[in-house]
Every structure is written in structure tokens, then in C-alpha cells.
């Protein structure tokens, strides 16, 4: 089941690669996608982080 959060990074997504490409003398597509797939790695380090330290407390 898809959540508001996953609709909204997708059409984040969607809208920063449609932007870039229809502009691109002021973004360079390739870091454009590599901002994207930054923020899905900051996420899995965020939810191993809160699965390390939840399952140490108490």
C-alpha cells in the first residue's frame, strides 16, 4: 500500500527530472538524479539507524 509520503517523493521526483530536462542550460540532469537517489539513501540510513537504537532500549 503506497502512502502520501511515497506519492509525494514520486511526483517530486517526476517534476525535478521534467524540470531539468526541459531546462537544461541552468540544471545538469545527471546531479539531478543523484540528488533523487540521495534522498532514498538517507532514508534507508535513517530507518537502520532507528532499528539499531530502538532495539536497544528498554
Same mark, same amino acid.
Do not use: C, N, W
Given at each position: ?5 511515497t506519492? &509525494?517523493? =514520486?511526483?517530486?521526483?517526476?517534476? @525535478? &527530472?521534467?524540470? @531539468? ?5 541552468y ?10 537517489? &540521495? =534522498?532514498?539513501?538517507?532514508? =534507508? ?5 532507528? #532499528?539499531?537504537?530502538?532495539?536497544? #532500549?528498554?
Amino acid at each position: 500500500m503506497y502512502s502520501l509520503g511515497t506519492l &509525494t517523493r =514520486m511526483a517530486g521526483a517526476v517534476l @525535478a &527530472t521534467v524540470i @531539468a530536462v526541459r531546462y537544461p542550460e541552468y540544471f545538469h540532469l545527471p546531479s539531478v538524479i543523484f540528488g533523487l537517489v &540521495t =534522498m532514498y539513501v538517507v532514508i =534507508m540510513i535513517d530507518y537502520a539507524y532507528l #532499528q539499531v537504537f530502538k532495539k536497544s #532500549q528498554p
